[in-house]
Protein backbone atom coordinates (compact mmCIF):
# COMPACT_ATOMS: atom_id res chain seq x y z
CA UNK A 1 0.00 0.00 0.00
CA UNK A 2 1.77 3.29 -1.35
CA UNK A 3 1.84 6.51 0.91
CA UNK A 4 -0.31 8.18 -1.41
CA UNK A 5 -3.16 5.86 -0.74
CA UNK A 6 -3.46 5.93 3.16
CA UNK A 7 -5.21 9.79 3.09
CA UNK A 8 -8.02 8.14 0.87
CA UNK A 9 -8.02 4.87 3.07
CA UNK A 10 -8.16 7.44 6.44
CA UNK A 11 -11.42 9.68 4.92
CA UNK A 12 -13.14 6.30 3.98
CA UNK A 13 -12.60 4.51 7.42
CA UNK A 14 -13.74 7.68 9.36
CA UNK A 15 -16.98 8.12 7.35
CA UNK A 16 -17.46 4.31 7.81
CA UNK A 17 -17.13 4.91 11.15
CA UNK A 18 -19.94 7.74 11.53
CA UNK A 19 -17.47 9.86 11.13
CA UNK A 20 -15.45 12.62 13.48
CA UNK A 21 -18.30 13.36 16.11
CA UNK A 22 -18.87 9.06 16.34
CA UNK A 23 -15.14 8.48 17.73
CA UNK A 24 -14.50 8.85 21.40
CA UNK A 25 -10.79 7.65 21.25
CA UNK A 26 -8.67 5.47 19.50
CA UNK A 27 -5.35 3.51 19.69
CA UNK A 28 -3.71 1.15 18.03
CA UNK A 29 -2.18 -2.35 18.52
CA UNK A 30 0.40 -4.22 16.14
CA UNK A 31 -2.23 -4.99 13.37
CA UNK A 32 -5.61 -3.41 14.35
CA UNK A 33 -7.24 0.27 14.63
CA UNK A 34 -8.80 -0.02 17.71
CA UNK A 35 -11.76 2.84 17.66
CA UNK A 36 -14.16 3.70 20.79
CA UNK A 37 -17.36 4.78 19.10
CA UNK A 38 -19.97 6.36 20.63
CA UNK A 39 -22.26 4.50 18.68
CA UNK A 40 -21.62 1.43 16.90
CA UNK A 41 -24.75 0.38 15.19
CA UNK A 42 -24.30 3.57 12.97
CA UNK A 43 -21.15 1.91 11.56
CA UNK A 44 -21.04 0.47 8.08
CA UNK A 45 -19.81 -3.06 8.89
CA UNK A 46 -19.74 -4.52 5.51
CA UNK A 47 -18.70 -1.41 3.61
CA UNK A 48 -15.37 -1.21 5.86
CA UNK A 49 -14.72 -5.04 5.10
CA UNK A 50 -15.11 -4.44 1.96
CA UNK A 51 -12.43 -1.47 1.35
CA UNK A 52 -8.99 -2.24 0.15
CA UNK A 53 -6.89 -2.01 2.70
CA UNK A 54 -9.24 -3.14 5.15
CA UNK A 55 -8.78 -6.60 6.37
CA UNK A 56 -11.77 -7.29 8.39
CA UNK A 57 -13.83 -6.00 11.33
CA UNK A 58 -14.29 -6.76 14.91
CA UNK A 59 -16.34 -6.07 17.93
CA UNK A 60 -14.75 -6.92 21.02
CA UNK A 61 -13.45 -5.54 24.36
CA UNK A 62 -15.80 -2.43 23.87
CA UNK A 63 -14.10 -1.41 20.75
CA UNK A 64 -14.47 -0.97 17.43
CA UNK A 65 -11.78 -2.93 15.81
CA UNK A 66 -10.51 -2.31 12.19
CA UNK A 67 -8.28 -4.89 10.91
CA UNK A 68 -5.36 -3.13 8.79
CA UNK A 69 -2.57 -5.30 8.63
CA UNK A 70 1.30 -4.62 9.27
CA UNK A 71 0.51 -0.70 7.75
CA UNK A 72 -1.85 -0.18 10.78
CA UNK A 73 0.69 2.56 12.04
CA UNK A 74 1.24 4.58 8.92
CA UNK A 75 -2.82 4.52 8.42
CA UNK A 76 -3.35 5.25 12.08
CA UNK A 77 -1.19 8.57 12.04
CA UNK A 78 -3.92 9.11 8.48
CA UNK A 79 -6.99 8.60 10.10
CA UNK A 80 -5.96 10.54 13.39
CA UNK A 81 -5.27 13.09 10.46
CA UNK A 82 -8.50 13.00 9.21
CA UNK A 83 -10.07 13.73 12.68
CA UNK A 84 -8.26 16.57 13.00
CA UNK A 85 -6.25 18.63 15.19
CA UNK A 86 -8.54 18.72 18.40
CA UNK A 87 -8.71 14.97 18.48
CA UNK A 88 -5.16 14.61 17.83
CA UNK A 89 -4.93 16.72 21.33
CA UNK A 90 -6.51 13.67 23.09
CA UNK A 91 -4.09 11.44 22.18
CA UNK A 92 0.17 10.69 23.20
CA UNK A 93 2.21 12.56 20.41
CA UNK A 94 3.85 8.94 19.25
CA UNK A 95 0.25 7.74 18.86
CA UNK A 96 0.50 5.25 21.14
CA UNK A 97 -2.55 6.01 23.66
CA UNK A 98 -5.51 7.62 23.65
CA UNK A 99 -7.54 9.93 26.68
CA UNK A 100 -9.19 7.49 28.78
CA UNK A 101 -10.95 10.37 31.35
CA UNK A 102 -14.52 10.44 29.78
CA UNK A 103 -16.59 8.89 31.76
CA UNK A 104 -19.00 5.88 30.48
CA UNK A 105 -22.67 6.29 30.60
CA UNK A 106 -24.07 5.37 33.75
CA UNK A 107 -26.33 2.33 32.20
CA UNK A 108 -22.67 0.61 30.60
CA UNK A 109 -20.66 1.21 33.91
CA UNK A 110 -21.32 -2.84 35.23
CA UNK A 111 -19.32 -5.49 35.94
CA UNK A 112 -18.57 -5.88 32.41
CA UNK A 113 -17.46 -2.04 31.38
CA UNK A 114 -14.01 -2.07 33.91
CA UNK A 115 -14.02 -5.84 33.07
CA UNK A 116 -13.22 -4.34 29.59
CA UNK A 117 -11.39 -1.36 31.20
CA UNK A 118 -9.25 -3.50 32.51
CA UNK A 119 -8.13 -5.54 29.63
CA UNK A 120 -7.29 -2.05 27.50
CA UNK A 121 -5.04 -0.83 30.54
CA UNK A 122 -2.73 -4.27 30.15
CA UNK A 123 -3.33 -3.87 26.03
CA UNK A 124 -2.00 -0.62 26.36
CA UNK A 125 0.99 -1.41 28.41
CA UNK A 126 2.09 -4.61 27.30
CA UNK A 127 1.89 -3.45 23.31
CA UNK A 128 4.32 -0.87 22.84
CA UNK A 129 7.38 -3.46 24.87
CA UNK A 130 5.77 -6.71 23.04
CA UNK A 131 8.06 -5.94 19.35
CA UNK A 132 11.23 -5.15 22.36
CA UNK A 133 10.58 -8.51 24.23
CA UNK A 134 10.07 -10.61 21.12
CA UNK A 135 13.53 -9.31 19.68
CA UNK A 136 15.13 -10.18 23.30
CA UNK A 137 13.70 -13.61 23.15
CA UNK A 138 14.97 -14.42 19.60
CA UNK A 139 18.89 -12.92 20.60
CA UNK A 140 18.58 -14.98 23.30
CA UNK A 141 17.52 -18.18 21.83
CA UNK A 142 20.50 -17.89 19.09
CA UNK A 143 22.96 -17.47 22.01
CA UNK A 144 21.96 -20.48 23.35
CA UNK A 145 22.15 -22.20 19.75
CA UNK A 146 25.70 -21.23 19.67
CA UNK A 147 27.07 -23.05 22.76
CA UNK A 148 25.33 -26.06 21.97
CA UNK A 149 28.09 -28.57 22.50
CA UNK A 150 26.53 -30.96 19.69
CA UNK A 151 27.76 -27.94 17.52
CA UNK A 152 30.89 -27.71 18.80
CA UNK A 153 30.24 -25.09 20.95
CA UNK A 154 30.86 -22.36 18.46
CA UNK A 155 30.50 -19.49 21.49
CA UNK A 156 32.08 -19.62 25.15
CA UNK A 157 29.15 -18.60 27.77
CA UNK A 158 32.37 -17.38 29.45
CA UNK A 159 33.11 -15.16 26.81
CA UNK A 160 33.08 -11.17 26.51
CA UNK A 161 31.19 -11.61 23.33
CA UNK A 162 28.64 -13.95 25.13
CA UNK A 163 28.19 -11.55 28.31
CA UNK A 164 27.49 -7.93 25.85
CA UNK A 165 25.25 -9.60 23.84
CA UNK A 166 23.35 -11.52 26.89
CA UNK A 167 23.05 -8.23 28.57
CA UNK A 168 21.19 -6.22 25.47
CA UNK A 169 18.92 -9.61 25.25
CA UNK A 170 18.50 -9.20 29.44
CA UNK A 171 17.79 -5.53 29.78
CA UNK A 172 14.42 -5.63 28.09
CA UNK A 173 13.60 -7.88 30.67
CA UNK A 174 15.63 -6.84 33.45
CA UNK A 175 13.64 -3.46 33.47
CA UNK A 176 10.48 -4.36 32.38
CA UNK A 177 9.03 -2.54 35.82
CA UNK A 178 10.10 0.61 33.70
CA UNK A 179 8.93 -0.24 30.49
CA UNK A 180 5.71 -1.12 31.43
CA UNK A 181 5.32 1.36 34.15
CA UNK A 182 6.18 3.83 31.09
CA UNK A 183 3.55 2.60 28.70
CA UNK A 184 1.02 1.99 31.52
CA UNK A 185 1.58 6.10 32.26
CA UNK A 186 1.33 6.94 28.57
CA UNK A 187 -1.83 5.22 28.01
CA UNK A 188 -3.46 6.31 31.34
CA UNK A 189 -2.34 9.86 30.99
CA UNK A 190 -0.24 9.81 33.85
CA UNK A 191 3.42 10.98 34.09
CA UNK A 192 5.89 8.32 32.01
CA UNK A 193 8.57 10.25 33.52
CA UNK A 194 7.63 9.69 37.55
CA UNK A 195 6.09 6.48 36.75
CA UNK A 196 9.22 5.24 35.15
CA UNK A 197 11.44 6.18 37.97
CA UNK A 198 9.10 3.99 40.25
CA UNK A 199 9.87 1.40 38.07
CA UNK A 200 13.53 2.59 38.31
CA UNK A 201 13.31 2.08 42.26
CA UNK A 202 11.55 -1.64 41.68
CA UNK A 203 14.92 -2.64 39.56
CA UNK A 204 17.04 -0.74 41.76
CA UNK A 205 20.65 -2.82 41.97
CA UNK A 206 20.48 -2.75 46.23
CA UNK A 207 16.30 -3.48 46.30
CA UNK A 208 17.43 -6.27 43.92
CA UNK A 209 19.82 -7.56 45.87
CA UNK A 210 17.82 -7.12 49.06
CA UNK A 211 14.83 -9.03 47.10
CA UNK A 212 16.74 -12.31 45.75
CA UNK A 213 17.82 -12.82 49.35
CA UNK A 214 14.09 -11.92 51.04
CA UNK A 215 15.78 -9.50 53.80
CA UNK A 216 12.94 -8.24 56.27
CA UNK A 217 12.02 -4.39 55.59
CA UNK A 218 10.20 -4.70 59.21
CA UNK A 219 7.89 -6.85 61.20
CA UNK A 220 4.53 -6.42 62.98
CA UNK A 221 3.27 -8.88 65.61
CA UNK A 222 5.66 -11.46 64.18
CA UNK A 223 4.49 -10.91 60.36
CA UNK A 224 7.55 -10.12 57.99
CA UNK A 225 7.07 -7.57 55.21
CA UNK A 226 10.43 -8.51 52.78
CA UNK A 227 11.89 -7.18 49.85
CA UNK A 228 11.53 -9.31 46.38
CA UNK A 229 13.40 -8.97 43.58
CA UNK A 230 10.89 -7.17 41.09
CA UNK A 231 12.65 -7.72 37.93
CA UNK A 232 10.47 -9.14 34.87
CA UNK A 233 7.79 -8.17 36.34
CA UNK A 234 4.56 -6.15 34.81
CA UNK A 235 1.23 -6.56 36.98
CA UNK A 236 3.08 -4.36 39.69
CA UNK A 237 4.27 -1.32 38.15
CA UNK A 238 0.95 -1.34 35.97
CA UNK A 239 -1.30 -0.83 39.55
CA UNK A 240 1.89 1.56 40.74
CA UNK A 241 1.20 3.63 37.27
CA UNK A 242 -2.17 3.95 38.23
CA UNK A 243 -1.50 4.89 41.82
CA UNK A 244 1.12 7.74 40.59
CA UNK A 245 -1.78 9.13 38.02
CA UNK A 246 -4.45 9.31 40.68
CA UNK A 247 -1.90 10.87 43.00
CA UNK A 248 -0.12 12.83 40.47
CA UNK A 249 -4.11 14.28 39.65
CA UNK A 250 -4.69 14.82 43.31
CA UNK A 251 -1.46 16.88 43.94
CA UNK A 252 -1.89 19.22 40.85
CA UNK A 253 -5.72 20.07 42.25
CA UNK A 254 -4.75 20.87 45.88
CA UNK A 255 -0.65 21.74 45.70
CA UNK A 256 -0.10 25.25 44.72
CA UNK A 257 1.34 25.82 41.12
CA UNK A 258 4.26 27.20 42.79
CA UNK A 259 5.09 23.78 44.47
CA UNK A 260 3.88 21.42 41.85
CA UNK A 261 6.77 20.93 39.95
CA UNK A 262 9.49 19.40 42.84
CA UNK A 263 6.60 18.31 45.17
CA UNK A 264 4.17 16.26 42.55
CA UNK A 265 7.22 14.01 41.69
CA UNK A 266 8.91 13.94 45.49
CA UNK A 267 5.30 12.64 47.02
CA UNK A 268 4.67 10.66 43.82
CA UNK A 269 7.89 9.08 43.87
CA UNK A 270 8.02 8.21 47.90
CA UNK A 271 3.90 7.21 48.64
CA UNK A 272 3.46 4.98 45.12
CA UNK A 273 7.22 3.55 45.72
CA UNK A 274 6.49 2.52 49.37
CA UNK A 275 2.99 1.31 48.57
CA UNK A 276 4.23 -0.98 45.92
CA UNK A 277 7.54 -2.29 47.69
CA UNK A 278 5.57 -3.05 50.88
CA UNK A 279 2.06 -4.11 49.78
CA UNK A 280 0.80 -4.29 46.17
CA UNK A 281 4.05 -5.16 44.93
CA UNK A 282 4.27 -8.68 46.97
CA UNK A 283 0.25 -9.51 46.78
CA UNK A 284 -0.08 -8.96 42.90
CA UNK A 285 3.64 -10.77 42.48
CA UNK A 286 2.54 -13.75 44.12
CA UNK A 287 -0.85 -13.94 42.79
CA UNK A 288 0.46 -13.73 38.97
CA UNK A 289 3.52 -15.97 39.97
CA UNK A 290 1.11 -18.22 41.26
CA UNK A 291 -1.38 -18.21 38.72
CA UNK A 292 1.38 -18.46 35.53
CA UNK A 293 3.20 -22.15 37.31
CA UNK A 294 -0.40 -23.00 37.95
CA UNK A 295 -0.69 -22.81 34.35
CA UNK A 296 1.98 -24.20 33.53
CA UNK A 297 1.60 -26.76 35.72
CA UNK A 298 -1.43 -27.77 34.25
CA UNK A 299 -0.48 -27.70 30.71
CA UNK A 300 2.44 -30.41 31.76
CA UNK A 301 -0.12 -32.81 33.41
CA UNK A 302 -2.70 -32.62 30.43
CA UNK A 303 0.00 -33.83 27.76
CA UNK A 304 -1.17 -34.69 24.88
CA UNK A 305 -5.05 -33.83 25.53
CA UNK A 306 -4.54 -30.20 26.96
CA UNK A 307 -2.22 -29.48 24.02
CA UNK A 308 -4.36 -30.82 21.25
CA UNK A 309 -7.25 -28.58 23.10
CA UNK A 310 -5.58 -25.64 23.71
CA UNK A 311 -3.58 -25.83 20.23
CA UNK A 312 -7.03 -26.41 18.50
CA UNK A 313 -9.17 -23.74 19.84
CA UNK A 314 -6.34 -20.66 20.61
CA UNK A 315 -6.69 -19.05 17.46
CA UNK A 316 -10.37 -18.65 18.14
CA UNK A 317 -8.87 -15.93 20.69
CA UNK A 318 -7.68 -13.85 17.97
CA UNK A 319 -10.71 -13.07 16.34
CA UNK A 320 -11.82 -11.20 18.95
CA UNK A 321 -8.74 -9.63 20.04
CA UNK A 322 -8.78 -11.62 23.33
CA UNK A 323 -5.53 -13.03 23.35
CA UNK A 324 -3.94 -9.99 24.90
CA UNK A 325 -5.07 -11.41 27.34
CA UNK A 326 -2.65 -14.12 27.20
CA UNK A 327 0.31 -12.11 26.77
CA UNK A 328 1.19 -10.89 29.95
CA UNK A 329 0.54 -14.65 31.17
CA UNK A 330 3.22 -15.97 28.97
CA UNK A 331 5.48 -12.96 29.81
CA UNK A 332 4.89 -13.65 33.45
CA UNK A 333 5.85 -17.37 32.94
CA UNK A 334 9.01 -16.94 31.37
CA UNK A 335 10.09 -13.98 33.37
CA UNK A 336 9.19 -16.07 36.55
CA UNK A 337 10.25 -19.56 35.80
CA UNK A 338 12.25 -18.58 32.50
CA UNK A 339 10.11 -21.20 30.02
CA UNK A 340 6.47 -21.08 29.05
CA UNK A 341 4.34 -24.39 28.28
CA UNK A 342 1.46 -22.86 26.97
CA UNK A 343 3.57 -20.70 24.70
CA UNK A 344 5.28 -23.75 23.19
CA UNK A 345 1.34 -24.56 22.15
CA UNK A 346 0.61 -21.41 21.01
CA UNK A 347 2.92 -21.18 18.34
CA UNK A 348 2.37 -24.59 17.06
CA UNK A 349 -1.25 -22.43 16.18
CA UNK A 350 0.82 -19.64 14.10
CA UNK A 351 2.33 -21.95 12.00
CA UNK A 352 -0.71 -24.02 11.33
CA UNK A 353 -2.73 -20.95 10.02
CA UNK A 354 0.28 -19.69 8.10
CA UNK A 355 0.07 -23.52 6.00
CA UNK A 356 -3.36 -22.80 5.55
CA UNK A 357 -3.37 -19.53 3.84
CA UNK A 358 -0.13 -20.77 2.25
CA UNK A 359 -2.15 -23.56 0.39
CA UNK A 360 -4.54 -21.13 -0.70
CA UNK A 361 -1.80 -19.25 -2.54
CA UNK A 362 -0.61 -21.90 -3.97
CA UNK A 363 -3.21 -23.56 -4.91
CA UNK A 364 -5.34 -20.50 -6.30
CA UNK A 365 -5.13 -18.73 -9.84
CA UNK A 366 -6.40 -16.01 -8.91
CA UNK A 367 -3.75 -12.90 -8.60
CA UNK A 368 -5.02 -10.75 -5.99
CA UNK A 369 -5.86 -14.33 -3.61
CA UNK A 370 -2.16 -15.19 -4.55
CA UNK A 371 -0.59 -11.77 -3.53
CA UNK A 372 -2.50 -11.82 -0.10
CA UNK A 373 -2.18 -15.40 0.95
CA UNK A 374 1.72 -15.60 0.08
CA UNK A 375 2.30 -12.10 2.39
CA UNK A 376 -0.10 -13.43 4.47
CA UNK A 377 1.92 -16.47 4.86
CA UNK A 378 5.12 -15.00 5.71
CA UNK A 379 3.40 -13.04 8.33
CA UNK A 380 2.09 -16.07 9.99
CA UNK A 381 5.41 -17.80 9.89
CA UNK A 382 7.01 -14.87 11.49
CA UNK A 383 4.54 -14.59 14.43
CA UNK A 384 1.45 -12.30 13.41
CA UNK A 385 -1.52 -14.45 11.73
CA UNK A 386 -4.09 -11.75 12.02
CA UNK A 387 -3.45 -11.07 8.08
CA UNK A 388 -4.32 -14.45 7.42
CA UNK A 389 -6.81 -14.89 9.19
CA UNK A 390 -9.06 -11.85 8.20
CA UNK A 391 -7.48 -11.72 4.52
CA UNK A 392 -8.11 -15.12 3.58
CA UNK A 393 -8.44 -17.60 6.54
CA UNK A 394 -12.18 -16.47 8.02
CA UNK A 395 -13.44 -15.26 4.57
CA UNK A 396 -12.58 -19.16 3.40
CA UNK A 397 -14.07 -20.58 6.72
CA UNK A 398 -12.99 -24.20 5.83
CA UNK A 399 -9.73 -22.43 5.58
CA UNK A 400 -9.75 -21.45 8.93
CA UNK A 401 -10.94 -24.81 10.31
CA UNK A 402 -8.42 -26.59 8.11
CA UNK A 403 -5.63 -24.35 10.40
CA UNK A 404 -7.22 -25.35 13.70
CA UNK A 405 -6.89 -28.74 12.76
CA UNK A 406 -3.20 -28.27 12.09
CA UNK A 407 -3.10 -26.50 15.08
CA UNK A 408 -4.52 -29.21 17.50
CA UNK A 409 -2.14 -31.85 15.67
CA UNK A 410 0.31 -29.36 16.48
CA UNK A 411 -0.61 -29.18 19.83
CA UNK A 412 -0.65 -32.85 20.44
CA UNK A 413 2.58 -33.04 19.68
CA UNK A 414 4.06 -30.21 21.63
CA UNK A 415 1.93 -31.48 24.68
CA UNK A 416 3.30 -35.19 24.31
CA UNK A 417 6.44 -34.27 24.19
CA UNK A 418 6.31 -31.95 27.31
CA UNK A 419 7.61 -29.00 24.96
CA UNK A 420 8.87 -25.79 26.49
CA UNK A 421 9.39 -22.27 25.11
CA UNK A 422 12.27 -20.32 26.70
CA UNK A 423 11.73 -16.75 25.06
CA UNK A 424 8.55 -14.98 23.28
CA UNK A 425 8.83 -15.24 19.97
CA UNK A 426 6.78 -17.98 18.41
CA UNK A 427 6.14 -19.37 14.87
CA UNK A 428 9.02 -20.39 12.48
CA UNK A 429 10.77 -17.26 13.31
CA UNK A 430 11.02 -18.00 16.84
CA UNK A 431 13.06 -21.56 16.28
CA UNK A 432 15.82 -20.16 18.79
CA UNK A 433 13.58 -19.55 21.63
CA UNK A 434 12.82 -23.68 21.95
CA UNK A 435 16.36 -23.90 22.81
CA UNK A 436 17.35 -23.91 26.79
CA UNK A 437 19.85 -21.01 27.72
CA UNK A 438 19.78 -22.73 31.09
CA UNK A 439 20.79 -26.07 29.51
CA UNK A 440 22.30 -26.12 26.07
CA UNK A 441 22.73 -29.93 25.49
CA UNK A 442 18.55 -30.45 26.28
CA UNK A 443 17.09 -30.83 23.35
CA UNK A 444 13.56 -31.77 23.84
CA UNK A 445 11.66 -29.09 23.41
CA UNK A 446 13.55 -27.97 20.23
CA UNK A 447 12.96 -30.98 18.87
CA UNK A 448 9.07 -31.01 20.24
CA UNK A 449 9.29 -27.88 17.82
CA UNK A 450 10.75 -29.29 14.66
CA UNK A 451 7.94 -32.48 15.40
CA UNK A 452 4.83 -30.25 15.85
CA UNK A 453 5.76 -27.23 13.45
CA UNK A 454 6.03 -30.26 10.79
CA UNK A 455 2.43 -31.63 11.97
CA UNK A 456 1.17 -27.88 11.67
CA UNK A 457 2.69 -27.94 8.03
CA UNK A 458 2.04 -30.78 6.43
CA UNK A 459 -1.78 -31.07 7.96
CA UNK A 460 -3.15 -27.40 7.53
CA UNK A 461 -1.55 -27.71 4.26
CA UNK A 462 -2.94 -30.75 3.42
CA UNK A 463 -6.36 -30.24 4.76
CA UNK A 464 -6.81 -27.04 3.25
CA UNK A 465 -5.48 -28.14 -0.55
CA UNK A 466 -8.11 -31.30 -0.51
CA UNK A 467 -11.41 -30.16 1.49
CA UNK A 468 -10.51 -26.38 3.04
CA UNK A 469 -10.18 -24.48 -0.68
CA UNK A 470 -11.09 -24.40 -4.26
CA UNK A 471 -11.24 -21.00 -6.31
CA UNK A 472 -15.21 -21.32 -6.96
CA UNK A 473 -15.77 -20.99 -3.39
CA UNK A 474 -17.33 -17.21 -3.07
CA UNK A 475 -15.55 -15.53 0.02
CA UNK A 476 -17.63 -14.17 2.22
CA UNK A 477 -18.51 -10.82 2.80
CA UNK A 478 -19.59 -10.67 6.36
CA UNK A 479 -18.13 -13.31 8.96
CA UNK A 480 -20.52 -14.24 12.01
CA UNK A 481 -18.21 -13.56 14.97
CA UNK A 482 -19.91 -15.16 18.50
CA UNK A 483 -20.77 -12.61 21.37
CA UNK A 484 -17.76 -11.23 22.90
CA UNK A 485 -17.33 -13.38 26.09
CA UNK A 486 -16.65 -10.19 28.20
CA UNK A 487 -20.09 -9.25 27.30
CA UNK A 488 -22.33 -12.13 27.69
Not at 189 to 208: E, F, M, N, R, S
Not at 322 to 332: D, E, I, K, N, S
Not at 361 to 374: E, N, P, T, W, Y
Amino acid sequence: MANKDYSKLAKKIVADVGGEKNVDNLIHCITRLRFYLKDESIAKDDALKNTDGVIDVIKASGQYQVVIGNEVANVYDAVVDELGPKFAKKLDSDGEAADDSKEADPDKKGIMHYINKLIGVITGSMTPVIGVIAASGIIKGILALLTLPQLGQLLSAKSTLYLTVSAMADSAFFFLPIFVGFAAARYMKGDPIITAVIGGVLTYPQIIEWGSNFKTMFSIGGFNFQFLNYTYSIFPMILAAWFAKEIGNWLKKNLPSYLQMIFTPLITVLVVSAITLVITGPVIQGVANGIADFINWLVHISGWLGGAVIGGFYQVLVIFGLHWGVVPLVTQQISGSGESALNAIISGTMVSQGAAVLAVAIKSKKDDIKGLGFAAAISAFCGVTEPAIYGVNLRYRKVFISGLIGSAASGFITGLMHGNMFGFTGSLIGFSSFFNPKNAADLNSFYAFLLSSLAALVVSFLVTWFWGYNDQMQAGTKVEKKKNPAKV
